[in-house]
């Protein structure tokens, strides 16, 4: 007989931010892309880090309004973080990553009032925020190796 499991939402119990130590989160910003995950090979991380203090009980929301503080370029209404999770791999020197949310700045979205203790965030694990600001902002060249060259006119 197969064994059922029963899902349970455990209730998560509000922080007193006031006696409880906070714990210091390696956030790592990027501009229209995620840093590669080679880049935290080892030790080493992207150049590109934020160091925030907070609480397990701290929003994706929060920490967007952390970021935005921190970053001009994202404080433009429309711009989406998209936060992803870096934890590294047991017994290995790679890490994994996994889509936590996206937030929206100005805007609400489904994912502003999940926190760090919902998702599989532990102290020690990374938050890589890649930073999209709205199509209206963005200036977007064509790389030139993209753009279709015009074939000669000939009789």
């Given at each position: 007989m197969?064994?059922?499991?029963?899902?349970?939402?455990?209730e998560?119990k509000p922080?007193n931010?006031e006696k409880?130590?906070?714990?210091?989160?390696r956030?790592?910003?990027?501009?229209?892309?995620?840093n590669?995950?080679s880049e935290?090979?080892?030790?080493?991380?992207?150049?590109?880090?934020?160091q925030?203090?907070?609480w397990m009980?701290?929003?994706?929301?929060?920490?967007?309004?952390?970021?935005?503080?921190v970053?001009?370029?994202?404080?433009v209404?429309g711009?989406?973080?998209?936060?992803?999770?870096?934890?590294?791999?047991?017994?290995?020197p790679?890490?994994?990553?996994f889509?936590?949310?996206?937030?929206?700045?100005?805007?609400?979205?489904p994912?502003d009032?999940?926190?760090?203790?919902?998702?599989?965030?532990?102290i020690g694990?990374y938050l890589?925020?890649c930073i999209t600001p709205?199509?209206r902002?963005?200036r977007?060249?064509?790389?030139m190796?993209y753009l279709?060259?015009?074939k000669?006119?000939t009789?």
């Amino acid at each position: 007989m197969a064994a059922v499991e029963s899902l349970v939402k455990v209730e998560e119990k509000p922080v007193n931010r006031e006696k409880t130590c906070p714990l210091l989160l390696r956030v790592f910003c990027a501009m229209g892309h995620h840093n590669n995950l080679s880049e935290y090979y080892r030790g080493a991380v992207p150049g590109n880090e934020l160091q925030i203090y907070t609480w397990m009980d701290a929003t994706l929301r929060e920490l967007t309004g952390l970021i935005k503080e921190v970053n001009i370029e994202s404080r433009v209404r429309g711009t989406t973080f998209d936060f992803v999770l870096v934890s590294p791999e047991y017994n290995c020197p790679r890490f994994n990553a996994f889509e936590i949310g996206l937030t929206v700045a100005g805007n609400r979205s489904p994912d502003d009032s999940k926190t760090l203790g919902n998702t599989r965030f532990a102290i020690g694990d990374y938050l890589d925020v890649c930073i999209t600001p709205p199509e209206r902002f963005m200036r977007r060249p064509a790389p030139m190796r993209y753009l279709k060259k015009k074939k000669p006119f000939t009789h």
